[in-house]
């Protein structure tokens, strides 16, 4: 009789256990983060809902960059020298055939890194690199040690100051190398450093260098001769250069975009024009024409095999990456001009979940389309010029445990539709 109770109550403890996965409870949270193009101000929002979460003030007007991770933001400042980073709230922790989410409350951490004319923000598996126009060197540092509050930066020397880029790798950098007879001219190639500074291996040519961009475990600078793809399988990082395919029209890719769940990039190729670049295929370049010129564009991290591009008529297009053409577009606002300096307030895109962002600065608000039907669902009024944008979040698991953090806020309906 007793071993008949043990067994039983050893069977209700594994059924107990087996039972507690289905006290987690799935949450969907997204947030976007929208910096005005005049005034040292960054929005939160909730991107599901179009409520308001907070305003942080910074230094300067901000262009935003995300991590990997999405759990933090970094505020580069050109104009006042300094990089801010602020806490997004969603974080992940990988629990192998699922993901727990943590949703907290957005927060500017007491974390900044100074320089002058900071430019170029690269991230690649919590490790960043920031580069700054008018210094001799970048700064290296983690994610983790931003999120604990820590200003610990590595500092790399690259030779003279000048408009050029790094990417961070676990023990190495790969950096721009200045043109030697004028560093204010675009660098002539890359070079591999450790973290001491000293070279690695042999230069890559790379004349024009401007653009870079990842795409899995690809990492890809843009130059007027092709494309410097960047691998580390072991040690140090490696270099090989992908020409322009002999198909293509003259011209160069300046600025890329890396697709995310598909390996390829994209790059502008002249003012009208876009180039597909697969560089595991024989052909890796497919031109795309665009109807006008060219405002932006960015990926869907969602539905992988779409981007979308937003020209000067003011219409944004869905790209199908697979079939290398556009496939549907939408008017969005009213048209605007591609003449003018190049750093007027001009639309900028964001996915976050089933919806497409449209920052509409002269406008003051942010167009939301249904990113299945690709039609216009809403608008979020921001006060000033909403411009750069970016989206975090995504779908966990949170357990009735006492361990995790959400924090309600009242929505405003009026905020969803037009």
């Known amino acids: 009789m007793k071993r008949h109770l043990l067994s039983l109550t050893i069977a209700t403890i594994f059924i107990g256990f087996a039972a507690t996965p289905s006290l987690a409870e799935d949450v969907n949270a997204w947030r976007l983060f929208v910096a005005d193009h005049d005034k040292p101000v960054i929005t939160v ?31 580069v400042q050109g104009s006042a020298n300094t990089v801010t980073a602020l806490s997004s709230g969603i974080s992940f922790h990988d629990h192998g055939d ?27 598996q919590g490790n960043v690199a920031q580069w700054f126009d008018g210094e001799k060197h970048a700064l290296l540092f983690n994610e983790q040690a931003v999120l604990q509050g820590k200003n610990a930066a590595t500092s790399v020397n690259v030779v003279a100051a000048h408009h050029g880029v790094a990417v961070p790798y676990d023990h190495y950098a790969v950096v721009s ?103 595991t295929q024989s052909d890796s370049f497919r031109l795309i024409q665009l109807p006008t010129r060219r ?24 790209v199908d990456v697979i079939k ?44 939301v389309l249904d990113a299945v039907a690709f039609t216009e669902s809403g608008e979020i009024p921001v006060d000033g010029q909403p411009f750069n944008i970016v989206a975090v979040g995504g779908s966990g698991k949170v357990h009735d445990d006492g ?16």
């Open 324 to 367: 290398g053409q556009i496939t549907q577009s939408v008017r969005v606002t009213e048209p605007y001009s591609m003449d003018g300096h190049w750093n007027d307030p001009r639309p900028r895109i964001a996915v976050a979940d089933d919806k497409i962002f449209v920052t509409d600065p002269l406008k003051s608000k942010i167009h």
């Open 177 to 279: 190398i200045p043109n030697p007879e004028d560093a204010s001219k675009r660098p002539v190639g890359a070079r591999v450093v450790g973290l001491d500074g000293k070279k690695v291996g042999e230069d890559a040519l790379c004349p024009g260098l401007h653009g870079s961009a990842g795409s899995g475990n690809r990492y890809a600078l843009a130059c007027s001769t092709g494309l410097l793809l960047i691998t580390q399988n072991t040690a140090a990082p490696e270099i090989k250069h992908l020409p322009y395919s002999p198909s293509l029209p003259q011209g160069s890719v300046s600025t890329l975009i890396g697709g995310k769940g598909m390996q390829y990039f994209i790059g502008n190729y002249g003012p009208d024009r876009i180039v597909l670049i697969d560089p």
């Open 98 to 124: 699922h993901a727990d989410i943590d949703v907290d409350d957005p927060a500017l951490l007491n974390v900044e890194f100074t320089g002058a004319k900071p430019g170029h923000f690269v991230e690649r």
């Open 403 to 418: 361990h995790h953090h959400q924090h309600e806020h009242h929505h405003d309906d009026a905020k969803k539709g037009k």
């Open 295 to 318: 405002v932006h564009f960015a990926v869907d991290p969602v539905r992988a095999k779409y981007a979308y591009v937003f020209t000067e008529d003011g219409k944004l297009h869905q």
């Open 45 to 75: 929002i909730d991107a599901l809902d179009g409520d308001k979460l907070n305003t942080f003030s910074v230094t300067g007007p901000a262009t935003l960059y995300r991590s990997e991770s999405g759990a933090v933001v970094f505020a």
